[in-house]
């Protein structure tokens, strides 16, 4: 059911968490350090009095670094939620999901959404469309999200990430995020930087 948009702001940190930095394929990430400017969006948006919302993604029962019991499912070091800042949990890629995230925004009248965490063309971008087919105005902060390199369809799991990194068809970090910027532009949101999203331009 599509939204009625209000006039409030909110932003929304998806999956910047610490099981991400267990993984080699991490060291290949597009940003390993994209808490920096998410943190930077988060101190915006509450200097501006705005709603934040926290999301992170589970595997409950996998044993992966997504399974709650191994204790990744936290935020990145340098990010906290604050006190009444919700924190959400989701086993889908969308953050509106099988979770109260809709109601939320709805309810506190939110009409636009920006979008930063990880990652840039999995759960990012994929809450980024839903959010758009729900009637929310979405602005897309592609440097305040992180992605790490996609192997090719077909390709043997497993493989050390130097492997990876020297398959020719591997899909490169810069090059995910460039295709993510071509998908949603113009199309499902408004894609920005984080230094004009806080200066309040572009």
Request: charged letters at 20%; a negative charge.
């Amino acid at each position: 059911m599509r939204t009625d948009p209000g006039t409030g702001r909110a932003l929304l940190v998806v999956d910047a968490q610490r099981s991400f930095l267990q993984r080699e394929s991490w060291r290949a990430a597009s940003d390993p350090g994209v808490a920096g400017p998410i943190g930077r969006l988060v101190d915006h948006f509450r200097d501006r009095g705005d709603r934040l919302v926290w999301v992170l993604h589970t595997e409950p029962g996998t044993g992966t670094v997504f399974d709650p019991e191994r204790g990744f499912v936290e935020p990145m070091p340098g990010l906290s939620p604050a006190g009444g800042e919700p924190v959400l949990t989701k086993t889908a890629h969308s953050a509106f999901t099988g979770t109260d995230l809709q109601r939320l925004l709805t309810g506190w009248g939110v009409g636009e959404v920006t979008v930063c965490g990880v990652r840039t063309e999995q759960c990012c971008e994929t809450t980024t469309r839903m959010g758009s087919e729900l009637g929310f105005a979405m602005v897309f902060a592609v440097d305040a999200t992180a992605t790490e390199p996609i192997e090719a369809p077909g390709s043997p799991p497993g493989r050390p990430l130097r492997e990876v990194l020297d398959d020719p068809g591997t899909l490169l970090p810069r090059d995910v995020v460039t295709r993510t910027v071509y998908a949603l532009s113009g199309r499902f949101a408004t894609v920005r930087t984080v230094e004009a999203i806080v200066a309040g331009t572009g």
